[in-house]
C-alpha cells in the first residue's frame, strides 16, 4: 500500500461514452467539448486526447494558458479561449487558438496582430442575461459587424451563456435564446453571419426540441459537466457514466465508547460503542470542510458516515461493527461495482455542485487513467 493511497481514477471509457452521448443529444450538431479548469479536475491533456480520437473537432478552454498547455500536449483541433485574449493575445494567435471577443477593445488588440493574408479567427459573446461577460444586446450587433468587416479577423462563431438552464422551467432560458436569435438576424441584414452558432451548455442540451425551435440557426452546442458523468441539474438525467472515482484506503481503525468525541472541536460523539476509520483524505484533497457530519465514504458496498470535522489530511469515519479492516477501499464518490456513491450525493451533502467537487480535487491526488 502506498503511503498516501489517495488517488482519483479517470475512466476515459466513460468520457468517450458521455461524449457519444452528448453527440446524440446534439442531433447533428458540432459539439464543442470543454475542458476548461484542467478539464473540470480530470486532466485536460489526457481529456482533451481522448476526445479528439473519438472525434470531437473542437474543444473549449477558459484562459489562454490552458489553451497554450493543450497545445503543448499536441492537441491540433481548434480551441476556443472563453475568457478571451487579453495581454495573452500575442500567444493566443501564435499558436491558432480561437479567443473570444468581448468589447471593440478585443478587436483592436487582435487586429494589430494578425494580417488579411493570415486572418485571426474568434467568436463574439453575446450577453443575453449572464450579465458577466460578452456584449449586451445593444452593443453586440455593432461589435459583430466590426469583426465581420476587419480583414485581419475572421468571424468564426457567435454564442451566448445561459443563466438559469439548470432550472425545471425553462422559461428563462428560452428568453435569452429569442434575445440571442434577435441579435443574430440583426447581424446577418448587416453581413456579419459567423460560421458557428451556440448556446446549448450541458443542462441546455437536454432541453431538446424547445431550443431549437428558439434558436433555429444554432449548429454546435457546447457541453461541459456532462461530458464528465455528472447530471447538470437534478431535472436533467441523462444516461451518463461517471468519469472519477476519488478513492483511498483506511489507515488506522480504532475503538470509541459511547460518547467519546472524534476530531477537532468534538463535533462528533459516537451514539453508541463503535469503531472509528481514518481515511487519508481531507479538504486539501478536495473534500470540503462542509461535508463534516455529513458526508460518507463507501466501504466494501457500504456507506458509512463521516464522523466529525474533514481536517486538512484526514477524514474520519463510523463504520459501526461492519467487517472493515485496515487497507480496505474507500470511496469518496464516482462509479463502484456496488453500491456507487454518485457525485451529486457527495457534492449535496457539502452543500455544493458536483462541479466544484471535481476541480477541487487537488495536485497531490494522484490522477491514474483507466479505460
Do not use: W
Request: hydrophobic residues 50%; charged residues 20%.
Amino acid at each position: 500500500m502506498a503511503d498516501r493511497p489517495t488517488e482519483a481514477t479517470i475512466h476515459l471509457g466513460a468520457i468517450r461514452a458521455n461524449y457519444a452521448e452528448a453527440c446524440r443529444r446534439a442531433g447533428g450538431k458540432s459539439v464543442i467539448a470543454v475542458v476548461k479548469a484542467d478539464a473540470y479536475g480530470h486532466g485536460a491533456g489526457p481529456v482533451a486526447r481522448t476526445l479528439v480520437d473519438a472525434g470531437c473537432p473542437r474543444l473549449a478552454v477558459a484562459t489562454v494558458d490552458e489553451g497554450l498547455e493543450l497545445r503543448s500536449a499536441g492537441v491540433a483541433v481548434p480551441i476556443l479561449v472563453l475568457g478571451g485574449a487579453g495581454e495573452g493575445a500575442p500567444a493566443a494567435v501564435r499558436a491558432r487558438l480561437t479567443p473570444v471577443v468581448h468589447h471593440r477593445g478585443h478587436v483592436e488588440r487582435l487586429r494589430k496582430l494578425a494580417s488579411p493574408e493570415s486572418p485571426v479567427a474568434v467568436q463574439v459573446e453575446v450577453d443575453t442575461g449572464m450579465r458577466r461577460m460578452g456584449a449586451p444586446p445593444e452593443e453586440a450587433v455593432d461589435l459583430l459587424a466590426a469583426v465581420a468587416a476587419q480583414p485581419s479577423l475572421a468571424l468564426e462563431g457567435a454564442f451566448t451563456h445561459f443563466a438559469r438552464a439548470d432550472e425545471p422551467d425553462g422559461a428563462a432560458t428560452l428568453e435569452q435564446a429569442a434575445a440571442f436569435e434577435a441579435v443574430l438576424a440583426r447581424a446577418r441584414a448587416r453581413g456579419a453571419a459567423p460560421r458557428l452558432v451556440h448556446c446549448a451548455n450541458s443542462a441546455a442540451l437536454l432541453l431538446g426540441a424547445a431550443l431549437d425551435r428558439a434558436v433555429p440557426g444554432a449548429n454546435a452546442v457546447r457541453p461541459g459537466v456532462l461530458l464528465y458523468g455528472a447530471q447538470p441539474a437534478a431535472h436533467c438525467v441523462a444516461p451518463l457514466r461517471p468519469a472519477m472515482t476519488l478513492r483511498t484506503r483506511v489507515v488506522a481503525l480504532r475503538p470509541a465508547r459511547r460518547g467519546d468525541a472524534v476530531g477537532y472541536s468534538a463535533l462528533y460523539r459516537a451514539p453508541r460503542a463503535t469503531r472509528i476509520a481514518t481515511l487519508p483524505i481531507g479538504y486539501a484533497d478536495g473534500v470540503p470542510i462542509a461535508a463534516s457530519n455529513r458526508g460518507a465514504a463507501l466501504i466494501r458496498g457500504r456507506r458509512h458516515p463521516f464522523a466529525g470535522r474533514v481536517s486538512m489530511d484526514f477524514v474520519t469515519v463510523d463504520v459501526g461493527d461492519a467487517p472493515v479492516e485496515i487497507g480496505d477501499e474507500a470511496i469518496l464518490f464516482g462509479a463502484a461495482e456496488q453500491g456507487a456513491l454518485p457525485v451529486e450525493e457527495a457534492a449535496a451533502a457539502a452543500g455544493t455542485i458536483a462541479y466544484e467537487l471535481f476541480v477541487r480535487v487537488g495536485a497531490r491526488v494522484r490522477r491514474a487513467y483507466a479505460e
